[in-house]
């Protein structure tokens, strides 16, 4: 029976959100294309009408994820957004969490395909938090950024550092709340200091 392009394009997008979560839960070395295509309900052997590659589908999938991930920031308040980001809740939701926090330390070993798909991923994240920001002149602009990516990185740091504890931890929630707090606080002085 014959495909027809709609079902070859909901297959691909099928595989591509299928990719997405195993190897956010995984890694990219914790899942093969014959597991990923089993799980999405398809043979081992279509892998290579929809991808010329393995790296191909990680990048896609990269993008995919920090898709979903920006989603969820839009028309959210940035502390709210803090709040969630560093909970229980999204640290033990590997599969359907950040993005970033799970494969940053992957794609650090990844081709520059890979690369480039986080730092575009990164760079549109940032551009959305700033842009919520007002009307600013070049060195207001540059000073955002950079406090910006400040609470980015710190948010992501912790995110991590958490989930490389136990799950059982005490130090996994301390981690979480602790740079919460710092994160909220920081930005509350920033905002009453102008």
Do not use: W
Not at 30 to 54: C, D, P
Not at 81 to 101: M, N, P, Q
Not at 122 to 143: F, K, P, Q, S
């Amino acid at each position: 029976m014959k495909v027809t392009k709609a079902q070859v394009e909901a297959n691909r997008a099928h595989i591509v959100e299928t990719a997405c979560t195993l190897f956010r839960e995984r890694g990219y070395d914790g899942i093969g294309v014959a597991e990923l295509m089993a799980t999405a309900g398809l043979t081992h052997g279509g892998f290579y009408r929809h991808f010329a590659s393995k790296a191909e589908l990680m990048a896609e999938a990269a993008a995919c994820g920090v898709a979903k991930t920006r989603s969820l920031m839009d028309g959210v308040d940035m502390a709210d957004f803090i709040s969630h980001y560093l909970s229980r809740e999204h640290r033990d939701d590997r599969s359907g969490g950040c993005t970033l926090a799970a494969l940053s330390g992957d794609a650090a070993r990844q081709p520059d395909a890979i690369k480039a798909t986080f730092a575009t991923g990164l760079e549109n994240m940032l551009a959305d938090l700033l842009a919520t920001g007002g009307t600013r002149n070049e060195e207001e602009l540059r000073h955002a950024r950079a406090r910006t990516i400040d609470t980015v990185a710190h948010a992501l740091g912790a995110l991590v550092l958490s989930r490389a504890c136990p799950d059982d931890s005490p130090l996994a929630d301390e981690i979480l709340q602790t740079c919460r707090t710092a994160i909220l606080e920081s930005r509350e002085a920033q905002m009453t200091t102008g």
